[in-house]
């Protein structure tokens, strides 16, 4: 395990339908290709070793001895390997003859986890072959040369490297409460399903959306692994399924279907599963209703200790993140855009129109630059106007234009407000900050932090009356990633009404334009939003350059806001340690960034993010949009006097 991570895989052998020697060699050729890929846990489909569709075979003593001279064989192999394999076989136990779940380790079996829950009904007969593992009482079994204490305890394995595992099979995930559940309550991290799922028209969606779900509720991640090509096709098929779920989201799958053995491998991330229950207060609750407490089962299941694995002969081994980190984890590549910018930009709208239904104010007032965010903000005050049937003349938009105030953002702030057909007001700055700075003897040349924030106190303290004067809301137009860096005057832009924006990290505000662009019938308001998306992001508040264009661009001063944006995710959402984090970026990153760089803004970020909480702490009222918020009042509470101190002695230790 690196940087939090354990590799695991599902895998589906060739099989042939009772032959051990044939169905052994497949599972030994796949446990080789995945220790050589450095996968720590693998696991077959279920009664992989002799097939699942014997049916009445399994009551031939030759097949039952032949599957445990397998196992016997199995263990041979393994025992110069660090991977643990977990192979489905029948295993008697006096006159019980069940479907187990066998852990193997270096040679040596770990346990032997019987299923739980037999199908009897429809196309499945399982009761007619097998004992269920409750009919079974604690004993000692001698099996393939090893005295292995068998029961109907539930039975939950831990790495060297601390993960705890545990195993269910087939129709155990498909009962109402679950063994899983059980174990994920116990302690275990990952559940390995040895499955022989049969396919039917509707079937795979309902197994995805059921896996998926039940990964998501247990806050585990989900290892499946179901027999495909070569069982017997008499009266069912079975397609192969190799799935791995994380929390409820798809690290791995398998194609359907396929005439070859497959291998499907993922990486854990087991520090986000570890957060998740954490912070999951939930969780913790039906431990403590179920009596379910790690070690302490006083349930329909019980566990009276965890089962250690082996420590790896080779601990050195190289590991290689094969997972895709997806740079932008607030709006991912894997995400329905559309789907997704139509709920953001609606609970944008939706919060707004609450508060002016509460404070019966049918006028909003708000700055208009012609940037990203106070366009994005507009066009939620639009939306949310003519949800509630209000006039559009009740939006007065303001623009204040400064000293750096280009042609470019000036005229699309002009454009779009006529084009909206909303109340329009001009009141340029420049004399009044002129004269304020002279009241400060600041001079006019120093372009210092007070020449800046003196630009942007100015542009809110005219809102702010005109609020006054017009008997609306002032609307905050900043984004949470500002928010984050402190990027933001406090008192000045930092301060509103209410803050539209507050919830939408910036990497995502230009998904949220577009898709209103798709909903636009307006051509000009159309190609002016598109140059909106297309323009530097700057608070302009620096002279532009000679050519007239913008000079301060704010991602050459503080760095990409996806840099930013990636490093913020993982913080608020996971808790993330800065190592982690920059493994994750390096892999998210590779070939756009080098190491130094994303090392060099992640030091930005973290004096930035600790130095300005106090801004965060007085932050007005705004919509949680994303899965993660900054509100003092919501998901961040932190104090403003808190100390960097050991995050950066980290990425200095690096």
């Known amino acids: 395990m690196k940087c939090g991570f354990i590799k695991v895989a599902a895998a589906i052998p060739a099989v042939r339908v009772a032959d051990t020697k044939f169905n052994l060699e497949s599972i030994e050729e796949q446990i080789a290709i995945a220790e050589g890929k450095g996968v720590e846990i693998i696991v077959f489909p279920e009664l992989s070793l002799t097939s699942y569709s014997c049916q009445d075979l399994f009551r031939q003593q030759l097949l039952l001895e032949d599957a445990e001279h397998a196992i016997l064989m199995l263990l041979a192999f393994t025992r110069q390997l660090d991977i643990i394999a977990i192979v489905g076989a029948p295993v008697c136990v006096g006159p019980l003859t069940l479907n187990c779940a066998v852990v193997i380790q270096q040679g040596k079996i770990l346990g032997i986890v019987p299923k739980t829950y037999l199908p009897n009904y429809d196309e499945f007969y399982e009761k007619r072959w097998f004992a269920s593992a409750k009919d079974l009482h604690p004993t000692q079994l001698h099996y393939a040369g090893q005295c292995i204490n068998v029961s109907n305890d539930m039975q939950i394995f831990q790495t060297a490297s601390g993960v705890k595992f545990g195993c269910e099979i087939c129709e155990d995930v498909w009962a109402p409460i679950a063994p899983s559940s059980y174990l994920a309550l116990a302690g275990a991290e990952i559940i390995f399903n040895l499955s022989a799922t049969d396919e039917l028209f509707g079937k795979h969606q309902y197994l995805k959306e059921m896996l998926m779900q039940h990964s998501a509720r247990l806050m585990a991640a989900y290892v499946y692994s179901s ?46 599963l570890r957060s998740e229950r954490r ?14 407490e790690p070690l302490g089962i006083n349930g329909p299941f019980k566990i009276n200790e965890y089962i250690n694995c082996g420590a790896p002969n080779n601990p050195e081994k190289e590991f290689i993140l094969t997972r895709y980190i997806d740079p932008h984890p607030f709006m991912p590549e894997s995400a329905d855009k559309k789907s997704a910018c139509h709920e953001m930009f609606n609970a944008q ?21 012609g940037g990203l965010d106070s366009t994005l903000a507009l066009l939620v005050c639009v939306w949310a106007f003519d949800r509630l049937g209000y006039d559009r003349k009740g939006i007065i938009g303001v623009t204040m234009p400064g000293f750096g105030t280009t042609d470019r953002t000036y005229n699309n702030a002009i454009k779009l407000m006529e084009e909206m057909g909303i109340t329009m007001k001009e009141i340029d700055i420049k004399e009044s900050v002129i004269q304020h700075l002279k009241d400060l003897e600041h ?43 402190g990027w933001c005057t406090f008192n000045g832009d930092h301060m509103s009404m209410y803050a539209v924006n507050s919830g939408a990290p910036k990497t995502t505000i230009k998904d949220l334009i577009r898709y209103y662009v798709d909903n636009e019938d307006n051509t000009t308001i159309c190609a ?46 996971y808790g993330y ?13 590779a070939g756009r960034y080098t190491d130094e760089v994303i090392k060099e803004k992640m030091k930005i970020f973290f004096k930035r993010f600790f130095n300005n909480q106090f801004k965060r702490s007085c932050f007005p009222d705004g919509p949680k949009t994303s899965v993660v918020s900054l509100s003092p009042r919501g998901d961040w509470r932190m104090p403003s006097d808190a100390m960097a101190t050991n995050w950066l002695a980290e990425l200095e230790n690096l």
Not at 353 to 366: P, Q, S, Y
Not at 577 to 589: D, E, G, Y
């Open 528 to 573: 002016c939003l598109i140059d909106v998306i297309d323009t530097p992001i700057s608070p302009e508040l620096l002279p532009a350059n000679e050519s007239g264009e913008i000079e301060q661009k704010t991602e050459d001063i503080v760095g990409p806001y996806e840099l930013h944006d990636f490093f913020l995710y993982y913080v608020l959402r």
């Open 279 to 292: 912070n999951n207060t939930t969780f913790c609750g039906v431990q403590r209703t179920l009596g379910t």
């Open 227 to 272: 027999c495909g090509f070569g069982e017997s096709t008499q009266d069912i098929v079975n397609a192969g399924n190799a799935i791995i779920y994380e929390s409820g989201q798809l690290v791995a799958y398998s194609e359907r279907f396929s005439l070859e053995p497959q291998m499907r491998i993922a990486e854990i991330d087991m520090d986000k």
């Open 349 to 369: 709208a939706f919060g707004l129109i609450r508060r002016l239904v509460h404070t019966k104010c049918k006028n909003v007032v708000l700055g208009v630059s």
């Open 577 to 589: 340690r800065p190592s982690k984090i920059l493994f994750l970026a390096q892999s998210a990153f």
């Open 443 to 485: 001079s006019i040349e120093n372009h210092d932090s007070t020449y800046e924030n003196a630009q942007a106190r100015e542009r809110t303290q005219i809102l702010m009356d005109l609020s006054n004067k017009y008997n609306g809301l002032v609307i905050g137009t900043g984004d949470m990633s500002e928010l984050a860096l």
